[in-house]
């Protein structure tokens, strides 16, 4: 393996979790929902996942947890925002700092104990084929998931009715709750897909990126996931460009920062944030886009 | 499918009830619909119109009461149920989505998952059959008003109803998109579909519709037909007393100029706006200027550049009483004896959550000495509530309620009043009497021809022509952004004034 295969192994592991994390949300954003609590939903699902993992030695089974540990706390979120109402701002950021305190709480028993990380799958024959194989055709399956999920949900999205009535939710819940639409369920289940997603890509980090628990693991990458949607004017494929630019910028800038690139460190750490947002800028000027659900963060009652 | 009996109804409703609250929205509310019958649901703002047609679409739930429909008893839990009986409706307050195109808007509308190319396909064939032209891929907030309401009765049409319900459809259109939804709506009930007509517009109702049933306050009190009943008659069901006529004084001799505006043209402020290209406009002493146009021109804007709230590019372009107050915000217009009222009663004109005498000095800070060295004389402020309620016959509970507790025709009496009791030399109002009573319209109106006649200007931006042509003394239309020169209205016909309202002219 050449090092620039190993580069371009290490980006997209790095780009992976935010890509998830940002897939979920951009689903719940589509919805006319802004959760905030991307941050606490993901560093839950890295928690429980390894504790899970640990516990039972299944690493299935702490996927699976950790899954269920986003979802349990996008359903917290739902009740107080769609149930009764209340802020979405307010409620997402207690939610984010909420995720972080209780994550200390679960992950406290684990802290040090290493295990053997999810392993690659080679995809036969194709993982053969020189350069391309091992870098796109021999990744664990949290890869695979991630591109699965950018397809099936940017074809849903603008290919099914289903998800042509979740944006219709977003744009105007007033009108979609006249023509008979289910504004707060729909709703209600793009805020549980997002909190999956949320607690997937955490269990990402906890299960394969570092095979181990550390309070505070996420490091505000569920705050990047949030700012790759809106930059990304709410289009997955976008976003995939996004958290991977912002991923490999990542990388690229510690190999810069280990070669001794004579510009200042804090400079180069800033380089992904700066690039990113340039970047995606710039798409949205040429290729339009970036207003935005209209009814992205307005709780809906209906009148009954 | 069976064919009914010519006397049995299509629809029967008997003893609806509805309640919000402490508010009795509909009392034993009975409807009987033919079929193929045009129906007319006649009454004032508040009647409980809104609330029992949403109750027929599923959309509400009645606490009493029972639906049936071609004689069977049926429960509408929710609008799917109601569409699936053949019963459609198209919205007064458009439910269309703007980033979404027409084709989706159709499909969101249609309980079949129908793959969007398929819908696009459909609706072309329809908008055809029925002379509505439509174009599938354009996004809605593309399209005029008048093109909005095209996708919601289409939309309503690819679903074959039996019972159409349109619910004030003409308050946003010009009288010539009016007249083409009149021939639509022929076309359709020359189907035999039954059409359930929600108006106030009394000359349309006796123009379109064979049964009129009339609702005052929650309840029904006239059934009746519309080709029997002058205009005056049904007003007088719908409102419970006589209308009191605007009494107009003789128009002034022509007065001094008080408000020009020369060339001002400004942005609109959002790619999906309207902005204003080169208004010209003199307003004089003692004179009310009407401003006539269909929603979403450009009135927005205008409201904005006079009141300052948008400063003019240049400050020679706007000149209040011989200054140039282009450049000036809107407390230093007021100190120079303008005022405004704007179309949104709650939010922009009155401040929700404040009382009304909070709101009298929002607006009368800079000008009506309720501010003595930075403090507040509270006295006063409740003094100018007091003198605004007495002279508006503003109808609220305590002395000085919240603005949000005031019913809307006495919150927008408490606003214009505001403003009027300042004698001001310029009032410039936006949509002065939308979505109020009658019985307030005209007393609201009466004070702005008051006002002018004892020598202030007036300009009124208002969609509600027969508003403009009763109390204006010229009238300027508003299209895209453009202003036609204004004109004297004992020369103008209502059409004339529609088809410059359509950009024809």
């Known amino acids: ?304 | 499918m069976t064919t009914p009996l010519l006397d049995a109804p299509l629809l029967d409703a008997t003893g609806l009830v509805k309640r919000f609250g402490a508010l009795l929205a509909n009392d034993h509310v009975d409807l009987r619909v033919m079929p193929g019958e045009a129906h007319a649901l006649l009454g004032e703002n508040g009647a409980g119109k809104s609330t029992l047609v949403k109750m027929l679409y599923g959309l509400l739930q009645p606490e009493a009461g029972h639906i049936a429909w071609e004689g069977r008893p049926i429960h509408l839990p929710e609008p799917r149920a109601a569409r699936a009986l053949g019963i459609g409706m198209v919205f007064q307050h458009f439910s269309l989505f703007d980033n979404l195109t027409v084709a989706e808007n159709v499909a969101l509308a249609l309980d079949a998952a129908e793959p969007v190319p398929r819908i696009a396909a459909r609706l072309a064939e329809v908008s055809r059959a029925y002379g509505l032209p439509l174009e599938p891929a354009r996004e809605v907030w593309r399209l005029s008003v008048g093109e909005r309401q095209r996708i919601e009765i289409v939309r309503c049409l690819m679903q074959d109803p039996r019972l159409l319900i349109l619910d004030e459809p003409t308050s946003v259109l010009t009288p010539q998109e009016a007249e083409g939804l009149f021939a639509t709506l022929d076309r359709i009930r020359a189907e035999g579909r039954a059409v359930l007509y929600i108006s106030h517009k009394l000359e349309e109702v006796r123009r379109l519709c064979e049964t009129a049933t009339i609702l005052r306050h929650g309840r029904v009190v006239a059934r009746t037909d519309p080709r029997t009943e002058t205009a005056a008659s049904l007003a007088r069901m719908m409102v419970g007393s006589e209308v009191a006529a605007l009494r107009h004084a003789a128009a002034p001799p022509e007065g001094p100029v008080r408000l020009s505006v020369r060339g001002l043209s400004v942005a609109p402020d959002d790619p999906h706006g309207v902005g204003l290209k080169d208004i010209s406009l003199d307003l004089r002493r003692g004179e009310v200027l009407g401003i006539a146009g269909v929603a979403g021109n450009g009135q927005e804007a205008l409201f904005a550049a006079l009141s300052g709230e948008v400063l003019a590019p240049r400050a020679e372009q706007i000149i209040l009483d011989g200054a140039a107050v282009g450049r000036a915000d809107i407390n230093a217009r007021r100190r120079k004896g303008a005022a405004f009222v704007p179309e949104e009663r709650l939010g922009h004109a009155a401040a929700p959550r404040l009382t009304l005498s909070d709101n009298a000095l929002v607006s009368g800070h800079a000008a009506s000495g309720m501010v003595r060295h930075g403090l507040l004389d509270r006295g006063r402020m409740l003094g100018w509530v007091d003198a605004v309620t007495r002279a508006f016959d503003v109808r609220k509970g305590p002395r000085d309620p919240e603005a949000r507790a005031l019913s809307g025709g006495n919150l927008q009496k408490f606003v214009v009043g505001r403003e009027v009791l300042r004698k001001p030399g310029l009032l410039v109002v936006s949509q002065p009497t939308w979505g109020v009573d009658a019985g307030a319209a005209g007393l609201i109106r009466q004070a702005l021809l008051d006002l002018a006649r004892a020598g202030s200007a007036v300009l009124v931006i208002s969609q509600d022509l027969d508003e403009l042509l009763e109390m204006a003394d010229r009238i300027a239309v508003l299209f895209h952004g453009t202003l036609s020169p204004a004109e004297p209205v004992a020369g103008l016909t209502r059409e004339a004034i529609g088809l410059r309202m359509g950009g024809a002219a």
């Not at chain 1, 719940?28 to 030695?57: F, Q």
């Open chain 1, 1 to 304: 393996m050449t090092l620039f295969e190993a580069i371009l192994l290490t980006v997209i592991t790095a780009s992976t979790p935010l890509l998830i994390a940002a897939i979920g949300e951009l689903v719940v954003e589509r919805s006319g929902v802004l959760n905030l609590g991307v941050e606490g939903m993901m560093i839950m699902g890295a928690a429980v996942g390894i504790a899970a993992a640990i516990t039972t030695g299944s690493s299935a089974f702490g996927v699976l947890a950790a899954v269920l540990a986003g979802m349990a706390m996008a359903a917290l979120f739902a009740l107080l925002t769609l149930g009764l109402a209340t802020n979405q701002v307010a409620v997402g950021l207690a939610l984010a700092i909420f995720g972080l305190g209780l994550s200390g709480v679960v992950g406290a028993p684990f802290v040090g104990v290493q295990r053997e990380g999810i392993g690659a799958i080679a995809i036969p024959y194709l993982s053969d084929i020189p350069f391309i194989g091992p870098v796109l055709f021999a990744q664990d399956p949290f890869v695979y998931a991630a591109f699965a999920l950018v397809a099936g949900v940017s074809w849903f999205l603008f290919r099914t009715r289903a998800g042509l009535v979740l944006r219709a939710c977003g744009e105007n819940h007033a009108s979609a709750h006249a023509l008979g639409h289910h504004v707060l369920r729909v709703r209600f289940l793009a805020v549980l897909f997002g909190g999956a997603c949320a607690g997937l890509a955490g269990a990402y980090l906890s299960l394969v990126y570092t095979p181990f628990w550390t309070s505070g693991m996420t490091a505000g990458r569920g705050w990047i996931a949030l700012a790759i949607v809106v930059f990304a004017s709410w289009l997955p494929w976008r976003a995939a460009v996004g958290a991977y630019l912002f991923g490999g910028v990542t990388i690229l800038q510690l190999h810069a920062q280990s070669a001794g690139v004579p510009l200042p460190t804090q400079l180069l750490a800033a380089m992904p944030y700066l690039i990113t947002i340039l970047v995606l800028v710039l798409v949205m000027r040429l290729r339009g886009g970036g207003a935005g659900p209209a009814a992205l963060g307005q709780p809906f009652v209906p009148d009954r």
